[in-house]
């Protein structure tokens, strides 16, 4: 795809991979959808009416150690929720929560790829497509694609009044932390699917999105999404990482989250200038502060 594809033709150059697109979310619309999504076929009056769209929509690739990472924007926050529907419902008008405002979906069939390989191989003077296919689709990752949705709306509920910005300015470095914040997720996943920690995940994706948004980890700013504090917890992200067992201790373990913050902020001074922000990402998940 090309770098970046903005305002409505991202959603048609989406739906012509992913047909499922086409089929408005309504009560009954499941088969509809199983036929685009798991044949390829879309429906009989393909449109995307159901999609306000904006022009400040946009598809773009992201750079990463662990290779390019799509990321769509929808602005209107109806688009966002619709594109939820559809893709992870079935086309169902189930509601999405206001509390979500991002979501990667994975292994996604994506038909534009499948047209292309039987094209290319039909071309080569190949004669069997159908078995073919399902050779090729055996192999880990066929056809597959992986894109990250993100929505409108100050990161993490904090207002631009808590930040160094004003209104404007802090949604569209919003936008780019939620973001880069998806995408080192992404990058976690693919390079270390079996190293999971919670919280220090959602510390350091933190840090790649500030690093990406704003050229600097601000341990401030950090701390106030996550709610952490010297003192202890004061409301924000953390407890939505935390079992119950360690909601018993939420202001302790707050504290070690602050004091990570505060150690991150330091070894990266001097760092994001020269070191890519995915590429810190990686040395910190490799060097973990906490071990939760």
Aim: aromatic residues 8%; charged residues 25%; contains cysteine.
């Amino acid at each position: 795809m090309k770098d970046s594809i903005r305002g409505r033709a991202a959603l048609q150059a989406l739906a012509q991979r992913f047909p499922q697109l086409y089929v408005a979310p309504a009560e009954g619309a499941q088969d509809a959808h199983r036929l685009a999504s798991g044949l390829g076929i879309a429906p009989a009056e393909a449109n995307l009416d159901h999609f306000a769209s904006s022009a400040d929509d946009e598809l773009r690739s992201v750079a990463t150690p662990a290779g390019p990472v799509e990321g769509l924007f929808l602005k209107q926050r109806r688009d966002f929720e619709t594109f939820l529907q559809v893709i992870g419902h079935k086309a169902q008008p189930v509601p999405i929560a206001r509390t979500v405002g991002a979501i990667t979906y994975r292994g996604l069939a994506d038909w534009a790829a499948v047209a292309q390989a039987r094209a290319d191989y039909e071309a080569a003077g190949g004669q069997d497509w159908r078995s073919e296919f399902a050779r090729r689709a055996k192999q880990p990752g066929a056809f597959r694609a992986e894109i990250v949705v993100i929505s409108e709306g100050p990161y993490s509920n904090v207002p631009a009044s808590d930040t160094p910005f004003g209104d404007a300015r802090w949604l569209a470095v919003s936008r780019e932390i939620r973001l880069h914040h998806e995408c080192a997720h992404v990058v976690c996943r693919r390079t270390m699917p079996d190293d999971v920690l919670p919280v220090w995940d959602e510390v350091t994706a933190d840090v790649v999105g500030l690093l990406s948004a704003t050229g600097r980890y601000d341990a401030q700013l950090a701390a106030r999404f996550l709610g952490v504090g010297e003192s202890g917890y004061s409301g924000g992200r953390l407890p939505e990482y935390l079992d119950e067992a360690q909601m018993a201790g939420i202001h302790a373990i707050a504290a070690q989250v602050h004091a990570a913050c505060v150690r991150i902020a330091q070894r990266s001074a001097g760092l994001a200038e020269r070191h890519d922000a995915f590429d810190f990402l990686l040395q910190l998940k490799r060097d973990p502060y906490i071990a939760f």
